[in-house]
Each structure stands twice: as C-alpha cells, then as structure tokens.
C-alpha cells in the first residue's frame, strides 16, 4: 500500500519561506515524475511544481521563480522549498505523481501552508 505523508507547512508571513517534504513508503519513486498540489478553500486542486524521474522541472507560473522542487530517490522524499511567500499561496499543499490518476487512491492528509501577518 502506497503511503504519502507530506510535512513542513505552517503560519508564516508574507515574505518567508517554507520547505515541505513529502514522504513516500509502499512504492519506490525513481521512475516516476512527482509533484507537489495544493489546494485552497473553495478551489480545486492545481498542480503547483514537477519533477520528472530525470530530475527535469517545471512550475505553474504563479510560482515560477519562487518555489524549487527537489527530490531524494534513496529515501523516497520530495521536497518544496518556497520562498517569497504570498498570502494567495496559503492551501493545503499535497505530493503526489504526476498525472496523479495511478495513485489517486493513495492522496495524503497534506500539509497546511498559511501565509498571514
């Protein structure tokens, strides 16, 4: 059974930085593109940041420049360094592969961003 378990969110204030980590067990992860969603109040769920089994990255525009996605093959962890922080950036955010449709059942709790002064 796939297990995603994402960390790292919390309060900060406009301007600061975070660094989330999504932790994966049940599967490995070199072969995969992974990414990181999130997910607002009342809005559904965007595909934030990517990174493909060769290590390739892409990022939606509202967080191009700001955000890095990284990942760790031999422990099985993504990660999301975000900077510059926005109020608009507070969400729910969620790791998973990309597209997410083979492990759509397996979506973590996430972890809860909010950025407020």
């Known amino acids: 059974q796939v297990q995603l378990v994402e960390s790292g969110g919390g309060l900060v204030q406009p301007g600061g930085s975070l660094r989330l980590s999504c932790a994966v067990s049940g599967s490995i992860i070199s072969i995969y593109a992974m990414g990181w969603y999130r997910q607002a109040p009342g809005k559904q769920r965007e595909l934030v940041a990517t990174?493909?089994?060769?290590?390739?990255?892409n990022y939606a525009d509202f967080v191009k420049g700001r955000f890095t996605i990284s990942r760790d093959n031999a422990k099985r962890t993504v990660y999301l360094q975000m900077n510059s922080l926005k109020p608009e950036d507070t969400a729910v955010y969620s790791c998973n592969r990309v597209p997410s449709n083979p492990w759509d059942d397996y979506w973590g709790q996430g972890t809860q961003v909010t950025v407020s002064s």
């Open positions: 990174i493909t089994s060769s290590r390739h990255t």
